[in-house]
């Protein structure tokens, strides 16, 4: 009798173990509540993909000592023909163990009610069952969105293989896409003219049965710069988008402020015609703020085309004066270029190293093809180089033939007189003596 009991009380002890690990999946509240004593929760027990999800279980008797894994999949006995089913985590659970916890990202899978599968020692037919229901969500790639940009929209959570439809503040997109088979997409959304502030983007499917995913982004404006290298002096055009509706924009041209200032429309677009004014940096910021402190920049180099090369005319192998400095007046054909203001520098040297030069045989910043420089008697060399008002500097231009300035230094010629008037002097004073001499 007493052995007939300890065979009656195994058996109920193995009927109960299988009861809870062939149980039907098990909620956040435990194994039909708990009765069979085992709980187990999941938390949370829904979102998008790539959720972080905690995973409890307490068996309170029953040990869950040695290896384990886990695994995903849209069917709750793990179909082998369901193409969700992935492994996502596996471990090893000590000795005598009765608690188990561990966390995991959920993995793609369409939307609606998929399974997390917790399997021991490779017995799939005594796994827990967790579930997990997929919300759909969509995301924007570029971390600024700008109007008559492109925005990639990824999706997730979506039925598997439908048509995703698109819309901006609600109005509907002409883009359209289909999920696959995991209910994942990407579209290639354009941005219409929106006006500063938040926007939403939101997608659903023809299976999601009124069920969404939305998208809240802030609109950042963006400027336009029309010709694309603006010449100096030129008329140029800014054409602004994404600022906020009905307001004054201010333009800035580097720290110079352009005087009037364009209003926006309903749509945040302006568009306005500014003169291009000088500077000599190579790239040129252009700033453009509302009233609401949206701001635009946008960065642009200056045309880059440097003037033609001057051509030398005078002098070129002449002769200026016999005697002492002569006003040297140089002259040379105009330089062209397409901004229209052009400067010239020339340099005067003794040699075609032009270095180093003398005090004021450097002149810059010239606006005439004309300039008279007064020289010292000596042989010279002589170049001219034009420049834009953008800083674009053409070559030398080298007068092929050296010129000359007086044949004699005037100090040498004093010097020259000074010694000559002294021998006079002396010739003359031992004439005298001699003549004295003869006639006394």
Not at 225 to 253: D, H, M, R
Not at 295 to 311: L, M, Q, R
Not at 399 to 426: D, E, K
Request: aromatic share 10%; hydrophobic share 40%.
């Amino acid at each position: 009798m007493r052995i007939l009991c300890y065979l009656s009380g195994f058996f109920a002890f193995f009927i109960a173990l299988s009861m809870v690990l062939n149980a039907a999946p098990v909620q956040a509240g435990g194994c039909a509540g708990g009765q069979c004593g085992v709980t187990a929760t999941i938390t949370p027990p829904n979102g998008p993909v790539g959720t972080q999800v905690t995973i409890t279980v307490q068996t309170g008797a029953f040990p869950l000592d040695g290896k384990y894994e886990l695994w995903w999949s849209r069917s709750s006995n793990m179909d082998p023909n369901d193409v969700t089913v992935v492994k996502v985590a596996e471990g090893w659970n000590e000795r005598q163990k009765m608690s188990f916890t561990t966390s995991l990202s959920i993995p793609s899978a369409p939307s609606g009610v998929n399974y997390i599968h917790y399997i021991k020692a490779g017995r799939t037919e005594n796994m827990m069952n967790f579930s997990f229901t997929i919300i759909p969500d969509i995301i924007a790639k570029e971390s600024s969105i700008s109007p008559r940009s492109t925005a990639t929209i990824a999706g997730t959570g979506f039925a598997a293989l439908d048509k995703v439809k698109l819309y901006i503040d609600g109005e509907p997109s002409e883009i359209a896409t289909n999920s696959d088979q995991m209910g994942n997409f990407t579209a290639s959304l354009p941005i219409p003219d929106l006006a500063g502030g938040t926007h939403v983007i939101k997608a659903t499917s023809d299976k999601l049965f009124n069920q969404e995913a939305s998208l809240r982004f802030k609109i950042a404006p963006s400027l336009k710069l029309e010709p694309e290298f603006p010449l100096v002096g030129k008329t140029a055009t800014v054409s602004g988008f994404g600022f906020a509706a009905e307001s004054e924009v201010s333009i800035k041209f580097d720290n110079i402020v352009i005087t009037s200032s364009p209003t926006s429309d309903k749509s945040g677009r302006f568009v306005y015609n500014f003169t291009v004014p000088e500077s000599s940096e190579g790239r040129h910021k252009l700033t453009a703020t509302d009233k609401s402190g949206n701001i635009a920049v946008f960065e642009t180099p200056i045309e880059n085309n440097a003037p033609s090369t001057p051509t030398p005319v005078y002098p070129t192998s002449d002769r200026f004066g016999i005697f002492g400095s002569q006003l040297v007046t140089f002259n040379w054909m105009p330089a062209k270029d397409d901004s229209g203001s052009v400067v010239y520098t020339i340099e005067i040297a003794d040699n075609l190293n032009f270095f180093p030069l003398a005090p004021g045989m450097r002149r810059t910043n010239l606006d005439e093809t004309t300039v008279s420089v007064p020289m010292e008697p000596g042989t010279y060399y002589w170049r001219v180089q034009a420049a834009d008002a953008s800083g674009n500097k053409s070559k030398w231009a080298l007068s092929p033939y050296a010129f000359q300035v007086g044949m004699i230094n005037i100090w040498v010629i004093v010097a020259v007189s000074v010694i000559l008037l002294v021998i006079f002097i002396l010739l003359l004073r031992a004439f005298i003596q001699r003549v004295r001499g003869y006639y006394y």
